[in-house]
């Protein structure tokens, strides 16, 4: 067994959790000649963060124990399930897991839908077995016969039915005799049982829907409980684990299997807590309403909590890997507080971020000692946590941007950015003090007139010379307009839903912001999964809307938390 460290001093060296230790001491007892998970997501929407808790549990317990995880598409209702989920899914899980240090494999793909014929069988031999009948209930009257938990269910009429008719009954399912809602097949339990999901459960139900995979090969459909753990049995699962809804299932997940034959290994189901964020929705059904609803322009906007709106965002695999590493996996109901993603996101940007200037809310200063025409180019670090990354050269020149609030006119006792007679070092450049304010008829600053120390660059003699407040800058003459999409928090409460509110009520107004901003000019050209620092500001990421000449930048996060306490610079 090997117990590699995934990158990121967020992320435990070796994490070790309940989950975890079952499967070591089955390891450590040769229980399973492999340990064997899946992933099983149903293809009726986009990945989002919890689902990534999932597969960093499934792929990072296949990884440090030796195994393999299967990605499987629990693909049993066709009403809801389509081929884009299906591509999409395959993606996102590839990319998330995809760079771990140690190169997990593609994952393999399989299809609940590969093994209809195989449960079809295996239905068969429920009804020979007598423990499976076809019912004639509505959905309405089998969920009222079902009873409720304090009180015993009502068997169906259809109970005693005899082997034959039940197998002539459901081959005749099958061959699309009978319309939707009229028959399904159930399991013989217990009408009595404590547990609801015991009362004879629907294995099958008919739906007259072409299927994503299988078209209209089929008109009777298995039940999720039904298919699911019989795709464990048939893959060879070992440790099929799922979140704590499923619990009261795994009573039936037992049944089934054993009812349906001897397996080697014998996969069983573990639980554990689903992933809460705060200020987040993370069901499929409530984010297609978003995209639906046009809430936001699509299951990738970079608002969104799913892997690919995190993706187009910014937002690195690392970082949500380090961040499920993180936050562990416990038995217990809790609620994240989404800072704690969004530490993880900032960790991983700063180590990797390229750092660039930017101005995103410009005011002019003219250097007033500085020739006009001429351009100095200034040797700028790229990141100076990874000296690999080397420098590259910013032209400076006589007219410069700089952010509206890094000049004050009357300022604070302890505020050491420009102000009138005061000094400032321009990053990477001069040192600059403020002569001369220009303002409009309205009295709005609109120029601020400076004279440059033209010793004190790097190299310089007054090069050594303090003065307390650096500011970043952009060159007029040489810097681009880039469109800057502000990303904020989707929603302003913490829980968008507490106390059954409608989580519409709750949207920030303020989760989008479009300027255009000043960048220099190295920004022109990008790689798609370029990571920036724009000093001083945020992180930022090139979006795909991006054309020639035309950058457009998605801020990631801010490079404190925002949320916390209002950003103090100086
Ligand atoms: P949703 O409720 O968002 O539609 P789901 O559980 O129906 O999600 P599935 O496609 O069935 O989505 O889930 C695939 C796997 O991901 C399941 O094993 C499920 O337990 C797990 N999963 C889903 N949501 C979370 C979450 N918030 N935290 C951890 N695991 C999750
Ligand atoms: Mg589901």
């Avoid at 038995?331 to 660039?356: C, F, G, P, Q, W």
Wanted: hydrophobic share 35%; charged share 30%; proline share 6%.
């Amino acid at each position: 067994m090997s117990n590699e460290t995934p990158a990121g001093p967020s992320a435990p060296a070796a994490p070790s959790d309940f989950i975890r230790d079952i499967v070591a001491q089955h390891v450590a007892e040769g229980r399973y000649p492999k340990i064997l998970t899946r992933f099983p997501p149903e293809p009726n929407g986009y990945l989002h963060i919890g689902h990534a808790k999932s597969i960093c549990l499934n792929f990072g317990i296949a990884r440090e124990f030796g195994g393999a995880c299967n990605l499987r598409m629990d693909d049993t209702n066709p009403t809801k399930e389509d081929i884009e989920y299906v591509e999409s899914i395959i993606f996102d899980v590839n990319w998330l897991i995809g760079g771990w240090a140690d190169g997990v494999k593609t994952p393999k793909l399989f299809h609940a839908s590969d093994y209809f014929e195989q449960l079809y069988g295996f239905a068969v031999a429920l009804i020979k077995k007598g423990v499976a009948f076809v019912c004639d209930l509505t959905g309405e009257q089998v969920a009222e016969y079902r009873g409720a938990p304090t009180e015993p269910g009502r068997p169906s009429p259809n109970r005693d039915r005899s082997v034959e008719e039940n197998l002539d009954l459901f081959a005749r399912m099958r061959a699309g005799e009978f319309a939707d809602g009229t028959k399904t097949l159930r399991a013989k339990i217990d009408m009595t049982s404590p547990n609801i999901h015991m009362r004879d459960p629907v294995l099958y139900r008919i739906r007259h829907t072409e299927h994503q995979a299988t078209g209209n090969t089929w008109c009777i459909y298995p039940m999720y409980d039904y298919a699911h753990c019989l795709s464990d049995a048939i893959e060879g699962i070992s440790h099929s684990i799922c979140t704590l809804e499923f619990e009261v299932h795994r009573p039936l997940y037992d049944w089934l299997v054993d009812e349906v034959g001897l397996w080697n290994p014998r996969p069983r189901q573990y639980e554990f807590a689903r992933l809460s964020l705060t200020y987040t929705l993370m069901s499929k059904r409530k984010l297609l309403q978003l995209v639906e609803d046009k809430i936001v322009t699509g299951w990738d906007d970079p608002r969104m909590p799913t892997i690919c709106g995190m993706r187009r965002r910014g937002v690195t695999a690392q970082a949500l890997r380090n961040f499920a590493y993180h936050i562990g996996v416990t038995k217990y109901m809790s609620l994240t507080d989404v800072a704690v993603l969004e530490h993880a996101i900032r960790e991983d940007l700063n180590k990797i971020a390229l750092r660039r200037m930017a101005v995103l809310r410009p005011l002019k200063v003219v250097i007033t000692n500085f020739p006009e025409r001429k351009t100095e180019l200034c040797a700028a670090t790229n990141n100076p946590n990874d000296e690999t990354a080397g420098t590259r050269e910013v032209p400076f020149s006589r007219d410069l941007w700089i952010e509206q609030d890094d000049f004050i006119e009357v300022p604070a006792p302890k505020y050491f950015r420009l102000k009138p007679g005061g000094e400032v070092r321009l990053k990477y450049a001069f040192i600059i003090k403020c002569d001369e304010i220009v303002k409009d008829a309205d009295g709005r600053v609109i120029e601020i007139r400076c004279t440059a120390d033209l010793d004190s660059k790097t190299g310089g003699p007054t090069a050594g010379r303090k003065v307390k407040g650096t500011i970043h800058w952009v060159s007029a003459a040489h810097a681009l307009d880039a469109e800057v999409r502000l990303y904020d928090r989707l929603f302003t409460e913490a829980e968008p839903e507490k106390d059954g509110r409608d989580f519409k009520t709750v949207m920030n107004p303020r989760s989008l912001e479009v300027i255009t901003a000043k960048v220099e000019p190295s920004l022109r050209e990008s790689s798609a999964d370029a990571r920036y620092q724009f000093e001083r500001l945020a992180y930022f990421t090139p979006d795909p809307d991006s054309k020639p000449n035309g950058p457009i930048f998605n801020r990631t996060i801010t490079l404190k938390d925002a949320w916390a306490k209002e950003i103090q610079r100086g």
